[in-house]
């Protein structure tokens, strides 16, 4: 990853986030998200990263197809 890619993880997780949120973990699992594969696209463009169970402290992801 280059330190660009490092520096806007870096400042999303400096963006408005609820108190709860441990911005240290956040920036943490992005890190290791792009680690993985980069999310970028081209152009300034990126698929965004799926959502975290445990940065969103609930037990399981909301699954927004169930008829709940």
């Excluded at 699992?29 to 975290?52: C, Q, Y």
Aim: hydrophobic share 45%; charged share 20%; glycine share 2%.
């Amino acid at each position: 990853m280059d330190s660009l890619a490092k520096q806007h993880f870096e400042e999303a997780v400096e963006l408005p986030l609820p108190e709860a949120i441990d911005r240290d973990l956040l920036l943490r699992l992005f890190l290791a998200r792009e680690a993985l594969a980069s999310t970028a696209v081209g152009d300034g463009i990126a698929l965004s990263h799926v959502r975290n169970p445990i940065v969103l402290h609930v037990s399981r992801p909301h699954n927004s197809s169930s008829s709940n």
